[in-house]
């Protein structure tokens, strides 16, 4: 059985008394979101912070899960027909990417527009993943700039594929008629255990029935975007990741919540253990992004499914050049019951409202 990968001893331990010192402070109990930044993101020990390899087709190259750009070439290329014309209709020369990982996305953009693109920003909290980024497009290095942090102001066209999902959630949770909050604590045997204190927060929905229920809400994927809002003076943003608009997520058939881990591609719903060697995610509440994107000032210029937005953008026909190969890893982008249905593309604009290709057809922005 190869391809299950544990962090190194050291690496772990020292992630375990960071969150240890953590729940201490906060007085013995710690809402998931911190613990979920703390695993994730915690410098040189969360997931996103480690040097383990993460992205990758097998699990025998020792990574955790494939994205669209890790696929096949061909999503990259779709997707820049959409920013060549944001480009044009924003009267933008930058793309702005949000989380590259290994920088395939770039390097994709960068090779199909050329000089269409006179600066390509990436805004990455990871400094090993910006190591990989920098060799991945040594070929574009004078066109490529990395910061830390966004502007203060900005412009062009934002692009974010599988970025809002690994952004931290808080845990609700509703058992006998009644919410809590759930947390983390330090457990009896040693490791971490759930912990549910009774809070004010409630789902923006009210869930139907009187069954047990846990879900999520998303206030930094909200905030996110509300500082992107603030930022981006002219321009347009894609944000391409799984989810769902809060009709279907806080469905009351949905009871299990959405949080789910990925590790050696394989998943699973505990991310209690192998803190640091394992990707957490959960899925995205659209409507929550698209309310808070209005309320700070940009316009929702589209909601659709992925593969209808691909399609949009021409992969079909990109598909009929590419190899027998390629054509069959793009079937994957496509195809409802890979990737083409649960993953969601949504646009938003800052400056005056257009309408994007991508959702030419199959826009589902009346259902957010």
């Known amino acids: 059985m190869g391809g299950v990968k544990t962090a190194p001893p050291i690496l772990t331990t020292a992630l375990d008394r960071l969150i240890g010192r953590a729940i201490q402070r906060a007085g013995g109990w710690l809402p998931f979101d911190r613990f979920m930044a703390l695993a994730l993101y915690a410098p040189g020990m969360g997931y996103y912070a480690n040097a383990s390899r993460k992205f990758g087709h097998m699990p025998s190259s020792g990574s955790d899960f494939v994205t669209a750009p890790e696929l096949t070439p061909l999503f990259g290329q779709a997707l820049a027909v959409q920013v060549d014309e944001a480009l044009k209709q924003t009267g933008t020369d930058e793309v702005w990417e949000f989380g590259a990982g290994s920088g395939a996305l770039a390097l994709q953009l960068l090779d199909t527009l050329g000089e269409r693109i006179a600066r390509y920003r990436i805004v ?84 139907e029935g009187e069954h047990d229920y846990l879900t999520e809400i998303h206030p930094q994927a909200q905030a996110f975007v509300a500082t992107l809002a603030d930022r981006l003076t002219q321009g347009a943003a894609f944000l391409i990741d799984y989810g769902f608009p809060e009709s279907e997520y806080y469905h009351p058939q949905r009871h299990m919540g959405t949080v ?87 646009a938003l604009g800052a400056g005056e409202p257009w309408e994007p290709l991508g959702f030419a057809e199959g826009d589902r922005s009346h259902t957010l």
């Open 124 to 207: 990455d909290l990871s400094g090993s993943l910006r190591v990989r980024q920098q060799e991945t497009l040594a070929a574009h290095a004078g066109k490529v700039e990395w910061l830390s942090e966004l502007p203060a102001a900005m412009r062009g066209v934002v692009v974010g594929n599988e970025v809002l999902d690994a952004m931290p959630v808080q845990l609700l949770a509703r058992a006998g008629g009644h919410w809590f909050e759930r947390g983390v604590v330090a457990g009896a045997q040693g490791g971490w255990a759930w912990e549910d204190r009774p809070t004010l927060l409630r789902p923006p929905l009210d869930i």
């Open 260 to 346: 789910m881990c990925h590790q050696g591609h394989q998943a699973d719903g505990d991310p209690l253990v192998a803190v640091g060697a394992k990707d957490i995610t959960a899925h995205v509440d659209f409507t929550g992004i698209a309310l808070a994107a209005q309320d700070a000032g940009l316009a929702v210029l589209g909601y659709a499914s992925q593969g209808r937005f691909l399609i949009n953008c021409g992969l079909l026909a990109l598909s009929d050049q590419a190899s027998i190969a390629q054509r069959a890893l793009a079937a994957h982008l496509v195809h409802e019951h890979e990737m083409g249905e649960l993953f969601k593309v949504i």
